[in-house]
């Protein structure tokens, strides 16, 4: 991956090659923490050049990297090159991120270099030994000589693909087979791309025109979903979370919008509580909840006390992870209690009254229900929002 700046306006430009077995390839282009530095460091465009993975051929691919066939290779060059494509997709959907651009040649790419001379490493070897090859008997192969003259011949420089004899090469590009595209036209439509001209082939923005977004017709179909949930309930109490979408903060501002609405009837009267006077009756509301508390310790929602020091928790906690510090500091406890604790502090409460004075503030109106809140947490204090419909 390379880099360039001009005033300014940098690029980052990422060219596919073999992909490592445990997808390093990915995590070194497209990573929260490289959109980050990217962020940082003001680039303005990232251009990929990626890959089919089998040069435009489908399953039936006759070439491999010297192996047998099925090539496990290939298909996984081919898989990881998807998921690649899928992560710029995701990365142009993410805000301030710079532009992205993909062009995916379906065809080799030919050539870097056309020569005569030694290939590689390779040494000739010779034998004249022959083999009897009797039935039901061991293949049992050796006796080759190697000589001390490397391998010397012609040969098409294809870059990551290795060395060609010409008549690989030909067979390789062949109209029926591969065929090929040469690195310049590649650099033509990239520059193109990088000027702002709209040339078809930017596969991210090909994709964008295809994808399906949310819809008007699926918005009313949501509002009537949930007029029959409503329906179903009846006098039933039903739970905020259950606890299987994640992160466990999403359930954990679901329990506290809930018992903010349980303590207080509605959120327009819990602003009018003072901070220290509303914990404590959230408190008190909580300890005879029978049903609330039941449901958030059901979903490994641990609940924080007002003191800071007391803790209500059952056998399932999402938070903190098994494998992370355990140590009970100020510190981990206020990361637990953001990431998922009901959290009773006069803090919190004092953050939430915040919130809901902003949710009235951009919305002309308060707040009807916990889903809607912990929507608008998301957008305005983690900065989880659609970038585009």
């Not at 060059?77 to 993410?94: F, H, I, P, V």
Request: charged share 25%; glycine share 10%.
């Amino acid at each position: 991956m390379k880099t360039s700046t001009s005033g300014r306006a940098s690029v980052t430009a990422s060219v596919e090659g073999e992909p490592s077995a445990d997808g390093g390839l990915l995590e070194r282009d497209v990573t929260t923490s490289g959109h980050k530095e990217n962020s940082q460091s003001g680039v303005k465009l990232y251009l990929k050049i990626g890959t089919t993975g089998t040069g435009g051929m489908g399953f039936n691919i006759p070439f491999t990297h010297g192996e047998e066939k099925p090539s496990r290779m290939l298909l996984s060059k081919s898989a990881l090159s998807g998921a690649q494509s899928q992560l710029l997709y995701l990365l142009s959907r993410t805000p301030d991120a710079p532009r992205i651009i993909e062009l995916k040649p379906a065809t080799s790419i030919a050539w870097g270099k056309l020569g005569l001379g030694h290939i590689k490493k390779i040494f000739l070897t010779d034998s004249k030994r022959i083999l009897k090859l009797k039935a039901g008997g061991k293949l049992n192969i050796g006796g080759a000589e190697k000589l001390n003259r490397k391998l010397s011949s012609l040969f098409v420089d294809s870059g990551e693909n290795g060395l060609f004899s010409p008549e690989e090469f030909r067979a390789l590009s062949d109209p029926t087979q591969m065929g090929f595209i040469t690195p310049e036209e590649i650099a033509d439509l990239a520059l193109r791309e990088i000027k702002g001209e709209t040339t078809g082939k930017n596969l991210v923005s090909l994709v964008e025109k295809c994808v399906l977004g949310p819809s008007k017709s699926a918005a009313k179909k949501r509002d009537q979903a949930f007029a029959t949930l409503k329906t179903l309930a009846g006098k039933e109490s039903e739970s905020p979370a259950l606890g299987f979408l994640g992160p466990p903060r999403l359930s954990k501002l679901l329990f506290e919008g809930r018992l903010i609405k349980e303590t207080f009837g509605n959120f327009r009267k819990f602003l009018n509580e003072k901070p220290r006077s509303s914990t404590l009756k959230a408190e008190k509301e909580i300890l005879s909840n029978v049903i609330l508390r039941r449901f958030a310790l059901t979903a490994g929602i641990p609940i924080l006390l007002p003191n800071g020091k007391g803790l209500i928790c059952a056998q399932r906690r999402n938070v903190p992870e098994s494998g992370e510090n355990q140590k009970v500091t100020s510190k981990n406890i206020n990361s637990w209690a953001r990431r998922g604790w009901i959290d009773l502090r006069e803090s919190n409460f004092k953050l939430w009254q915040k919130r809901l004075i902003q949710f009235a503030g951009e919305k002309s109106r308060q707040p009807q229900f916990e889903g809607e809140l912990a929507a608008f947490i998301f957008e305005t204090e983690d900065g989880g929002f659609r970038k585009k419909q």
